[in-house]
Structure formats: C-alpha cells, structure tokens
C-alpha cells in the first residue's frame, strides 16, 4: 500500500465511522468498534485519522457489517421474492462506502475498468470505478446512438428469451483489468454477459462484485467463469 491508499483507507474508515455515528451514541460506538470513545470523537470530529491497521479493520470489520445490516433494512423483497433495491442504488453516498469495503474484503487489486450493465449497476459502478480511480463503462440492452463498433454478447434465458448487451468497442483495451459489478446477482446471466464482454475486449478479469446475491446460483456461475475473487455485500435465500 503507498501512502495515497493509505491515506484514503483512513478517510474511508472516518466515512464509515461518521454514518455509524448518526444513530449512536460515543459509548454505542466504542461497544461496536471495540475503540476508546474518546478517539472515536475526534476521528468523527476530524481532528485525528485512525491508524492504518485501526482504519482497516473498521472498514473490513464493523463497516462491513454495518453496511449489509443497512443494506438489508433498505431492500423490499415483494411475493414473488422480486428485490426492490432502490432504496440502496439510488443513494450514491451509501454505495460510496460500499466501495473500499468491497475492495478491501475481496481482497482486489486496482482495475482499469468498473463494467457494470444498464441500468441498475450503473450507480454501484460509479461509486467503485471513483473508489478505485478506474474508467466506468456500461453495457446496455440497446445500440448506444453514433456509436460504430459494439462488442456484444446475447443468452438465450431460461425463459427463451434471447438476451443482448452492447458494449462500445473502445471502452476497455486489450489486456486492462476488468472489475465486472452488479446491484443484483441471480441466475448469474447477466454476469456471464458481461465476463464474456470482457473476455472478448481481451482484458483480464480482475473480480466480480454485487451488492446482493439472491440465492447462489448466479455466485457459482460466475466462480465457474473465472479464477478471480467473486463475492456480494449481502446474500439472501
Ligand atoms: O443474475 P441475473 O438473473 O442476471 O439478474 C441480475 C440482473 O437483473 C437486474 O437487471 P435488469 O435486467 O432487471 O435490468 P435493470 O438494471 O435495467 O433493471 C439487475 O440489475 C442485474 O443486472
Ligand atoms: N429485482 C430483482 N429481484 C430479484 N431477482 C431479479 N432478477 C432480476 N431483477 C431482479
């Protein structure tokens, strides 16, 4: 680690620290960190920055935790077990604290390139690619206007219906690493999409990332398309 990314990993665990605070009291906070109230105050305050080793485990630990106990009181899931998640990927500075804890618990190494697939990834996907200081590209299910050459990947579903994401050709080079993220993962078809995206733009795969997995049968087949970390906030039956 140089010392921007420590640096930032410090600030990252006064982020985390500052939203726990919110709903607690100095006392609550040190029985959750495990840290002197009296240091908790003045990192929330700005008058000091955690060390390196208090800042990790704070945004692996508690702000892990945290963040998927929030994450679970924001999503609706209705009858049909169909996740309404709005309440989480429409809150850019909520997923900007997921970002360094799933950098740091995946264990990732910096990408060149967040892709993510329209719609929903895309807020996610912005959070991680500023986290990382890394490009953003979408994929989408229509042709992007002006845009001459596409890479694109179709599926046919479970359901029979066929599938298809674009991608504009010149967003990721040959050889970048690629860091594919989604809000949701569940049959795993659209992770497929996007890892086969990647693999034909010749980039290296550097993980694969969801805010929520539903069941873990899109987890596994994403596992069983690359070698790369691959792991969600939060997962759910
Ligand atoms: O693992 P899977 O079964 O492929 O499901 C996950 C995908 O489904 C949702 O997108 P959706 O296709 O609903 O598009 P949207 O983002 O535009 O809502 C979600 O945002 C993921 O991209
Ligand atoms: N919102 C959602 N909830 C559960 N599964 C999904 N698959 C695609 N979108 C979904």
């Not at 410090?10 to 009291?25: F, I």
Request: no cysteine.
């Amino acid at each position: 680690m140089n010392r921007a990314e420590k640096a930032a990993l410090q600030l990252q665990a006064v982020s985390v620290l500052r939203m726990l605070k919110e709903t607690r009291t100095y006392d609550e906070l040190a029985e959750l960190t495990g840290l002197p109230a009296g240091d908790l105050n003045r990192y929330v305050n700005g008058h000091v920055l955690p060390g390196v080793e208090r800042a990790r485990e704070v945004v692996e630990g508690v702000g892990r935790d945290a963040l998927a106990d929030e994450l679970e009181a924001r999503v609706r899931f209705d009858d049909e077990g169909y996740v309404d998640n709005s309440g989480v990927v429409f809150d850019q500075s909520f997923l900007d604290l997921v970002a360094p804890v799933a950098a740091n618990t995946l264990n990732l190494e910096r990408p060149d390139v967040i892709l993510t697939a329209a719609t929903d990834g895309i807020t996610l996907g912005a959070a991680m690619a500023s986290y990382f200081g890394a490009r953003l590209a979408y994929a989408k299910k229509s042709k992007e206007t002006a845009v001459e050459d596409f890479i694109e990947s179709r599926q046919r579903l479970a359901s029979g219906i066929e599938l298809t994401y674009y991608l504009p050709a010149s967003a990721i080079d040959d050889g970048e690493r690629v860091l594919v993220v989604d809000d949701l993962i569940r049959s795993g078809e659209t992770q497929e999409l996007l890892l086969d995206i990647a693999l034909q733009a010749d980039a290296d795969i550097a993980g694969v990332f969801a805010l929520i997995a539903v069941g873990d049968e899109g987890t596994n087949r994403a596992r069983e398309l690359t070698d790369a970390p691959v792991g969600a906030l939060s997962s759910f039956d």
